[in-house]
């Protein structure tokens, strides 16, 4: 079992960049994939990003290829979103969520823990 606490939101300007980060307690946090989603105002909650346990495979939204990466810290127990090139689309607010599905899943049902939440407001 973990317990995820994400950070790093809060307001930005179009085009700026953030890091979110996700610190995770509990044990075992090497054998969760994990992923970055988000729900805008208004809109159901959308996965943005995932990534495996050891970090050798990611996935993305297409909306954020090319802008957004994500990354993993077994030892820290941390994993990353740095978004670059920030929208006003991207306003939402971010969650991080731990699965023991093996493979990187899309489907928002499959993760076992998520966080709190952390909120992006990006202005134009």
């Known amino acids: 079992q973990v317990a995820l606490v994400e950070s790093g939101g809060g307001l930005a300007q179009a085009g700026d960049s953030l890091r979110l980060s996700c610190a995770a307690s509990?044990?075992?946090?090497?054998?969760?994939?994990m992923a970055w989603v988000r729900r805008a105002p208004g809109k159901e909650r959308e996965f943005v990003a995932g990534i495996n346990w050891n970090g050798g495979s990611t996935y993305y939204l297409d909306s954020v290829k090319g802008r957004f990466t994500i990354s993993r810290d077994n030892a820290k127990n941390t994993v990353y979103l740095q978004m670059n090139s920030l929208k006003p689309e991207d306003t939402a607010v971010y969650y991080c969520?731990?699965?023991?599905?093996?493979?990187?899943?899309?489907?928002?049902?499959?993760?076992?823990?998520w966080g709190q939440g952390t909120q992006v407001t990006v202005s134009s």
């Open positions: 509990g044990r075992g946090f090497r054998n969760y994939d």
């Open positions: 969520g731990a699965t023991l599905r093996v493979g990187i899943s899309t489907s928002l049902d499959e993760y076992d823990y």
